[in-house]
């Protein structure tokens, strides 16, 4: 017993020593202007390595049919992990999806994943992507296969895990603590709210915030911008897409998707689930005019967002401060 | 090994002694021993050979299967007393082709008299929405929908010349555990008092379940390839789920 408790003192010590001193630790915690998380790393201890591992698996290409697609090429950090300019998400083989790739932060508070919501599991979030035909077009067995076969990653499950042993639970596991760790909590907005030293909206952004929390919040619910239900916007009589219903198999259901958060919806273009919209003029608008009587259509989108040109400039203000910089260059999580 | 013999030296009499005392039945609380279950694939009471064997549904039109695979869990055993044990992580995937699947062995299980055995045909609810899971509930056995994630229970795929799909194929991937279309079925039958599931440290027995094809396709509602061929989750799979519930398993009998 006593030589059991000096080999985990040992091991400790041992281990911190392994964190170089110029190395972050990596934490994940819960901003002061959130709830608490669905996602706590509880059976999936966060470490240094797991995070690097996780990292280095978003951004490995080789894992694709054709290895030319990583998560990381649909899901770019400098597009608050979206993908820039494309409507729809561009998989192996130029193959073009169906649906506007999603943006990938505070998904530790998210309880369902996909614009229909299909996924119900951090964890298990990538394997839709990587067994779709026009995303990464492969499966989890060839994947294991070619980590097993593969240097250096052998070596880093053994840091991430304690075993060289590769199997599909530890692989979504590491991804899961890259995904989960990725939080943008610091827009002007979270500053605004947290009272920080001395920062404060403009007139425009505080009209524009007052209007929001008149016009919006109802569905883009603080502090996610996104209550995460799933409604129709009214973008078309008969959606081509079925949306929602295709998880649930219940006809009201058709045509609705998870509504969207805002945050970073300075650099997420192009818009809805189809990528339809390449501008803020072109969103607001349609809420101000556009607005199809779908079969389904949120009740509260009736008569649309009447918005005048004033309006929607205070708005666009106001979204403006919803973009965290800080997590768009923090290299900490880019390809490195 | 003779310090073993000293030790067996001096337990014999005390079993001897205190099974004097005692019902021959009975048996120490905390000892734990380890049981079997075999499932016997069949069809219609043939056995079941992928491929190549044609059958026939209650309808009487033909089919072959190519893949047969389902969840068994959750397995929990009673005893006359109406005392319970749920088995621990008792997830075992059994699949037809696959030999070495269709025998499980259940390890730790309280040494005693059970009468009664239930489990889970598929996967609980807890399960299908949780983190990353390995070993029977690992995506790489191809029982786990990406899209809409959870576990496809059972799994039947093959041909029928009825079947209008492409390729005259049949698709019965069932599962989904949201109402309505909650497919989790439990499986409850009780054991011959006379003969009951007797798990001692020196007798390892073996339950011998007859596992029917068949019965997803026939039960509550008869299932015709014209009409239905392919399902994956949904009301068709309800209708399934229903069918077999009661149909796909029948404990033959045990070995002691």
């Known amino acids: ?336 | 090994m003779k310090l073993s013999q000293y030790f067996l030296a001096l337990l014999c009499p005390i079993i001897l002694l205190s099974s004097c005392k005692k019902n021959t039945d009975e048996v120490a609380a905390d000892t734990q021993s380890t049981f079997s279950i075999e499932f016997e694939n069949q069809v219609n009471g043939s056995p079941l050979v992928l491929n190549t064997k044609t059958y026939k549904n209650a309808k009487g039109e033909d089919f072959k299967i190519n893949v047969f695979k389902y969840y068994v869990s959750n397995i929990k055993l009673s005893k006359a007393d109406g005392t319970t044990y749920l088995i621990p992580e008792s997830y075992f995937l059994i699949d037809a082709s696959k030999a070495e699947s269709t025998n499980i062995t259940l390890k730790d299980v309280p040494t005693g008299d059970y009468t009664k055995i239930e489990y889970t045909i598929g996967v609980d609810y807890a399960r299908n929405f949780a983190g990353a899971q390995t070993g029977a509930l690992d995506p790489i056995n191809g029982m786990f929908w990406t899209w809409n994630s959870g576990y496809i229970f059972v799994k039947l795929e093959g041909t029928s010349p009825q079947s209008t799909a492409t390729g005259n194929t049949l698709t019965f991937h069932i599962g989904g555990v949201i109402d309505p279309n909650n497919t989790i079925r439990t499986f409850t039958t009780e054991i011959n008092a006379a003969n009951p599931l007797r798990v001692r440290t020196d007798g390892k027995p073996n339950m011998h379940f007859k596992v029917n094809a068949a019965a997803l396709f026939t039960g509550k509602t008869d299932v015709s390839f014209a009409t239905l061929n392919m399902t994956m989750g949904g009301a068709n799979s309800v209708i399934v789920a229903n069918n077999y519930a009661n149909g796909l398993f029948r404990l033959d009998h045990i070995h002691n």
């Open chain 1, 1 to 336: 017993m006593l030589f059991l408790s000096i080999a985990l003192m040992y091991a400790c010590s041992k281990n911190e020593d392994e964190v170089t001193p110029e190395e972050k630790k990596i934490t994940f915690s819960v901003p002061a202007n959130f709830p608490a998380p669905v996602y706590s790393f509880e059976d999936n201890k966060l470490s240094n390595a797991g995070f690097a591992l996780g990292k280095k698996l978003f951004y490995e290409a080789r894992l694709s049919a054709d290895k030319s697609v990583s998560c990381g090429s649909c899901h770019q950090q400098f597009a608050a992990f979206t993908q820039l300019d494309h409507k729809v998400s561009h998989g192996v083989n130029n193959c073009q999806g169906k649906r506007n790739t999603p943006p990938l932060f505070n998904l530790a508070w998210q309880k369902a994943f996909f614009w229909d919501g299909g996924v119900k599991n951090i964890e298990t979030s990538p394997l839709n992507a990587i067994t779709d035909a026009c995303e990464m077009g492969t499966d989890i067995q060839t994947i294991v296969a070619f980590l097993k076969n593969t240097p250096p990653y052998p070596d880093l499950f053994k840091q991430a895990f304690g075993s060289t042993e590769i199997n599909s639970q530890l692989i979504l596991k590491s991804i899961a603590q890259f995904t989960a760790v990725l939080v943008s909590d610091n827009s002007k907005y979270d500053k605004v709210m947290r009272k920080e030293s001395g920062i404060s909206f403009t007139s425009a952004e505080l009209a524009g915030y007052n209007l929001f929390k008149e016009k919006c919040t109802s569905c883009h619910t603080e502090p996610f911008f996104t209550d995460f239900s799933y409604r129709s916007n009214g973008l078309d009589l008969v959606s081509a897409d079925e949306g929602r219903s295709h998880i649930t198999g219940v006809a009201s259901d058709l045509g609705k998707f998870r509504v969207p958060t805002l945050r970073n919806i300075e650099y997420t273009s192009p818009y809805m689930h189809d990528g339809r919209f390449y501008s803020l003029d072109e969103v607001l608008e349609h809420y101000n005019l556009g607005v199809k009587a779908s079969v389904n259509l949120d009740v509260q989108l009736k008569n649309g967002i009447p918005l005048n040109t004033t309006e929607k400039e205070q708005i666009k203000a106001f979204l403006k401060t919803l973009t965290d910089n800080e997590f768009i260059k923090n290299t900490l999580y880019s390809e490195s």
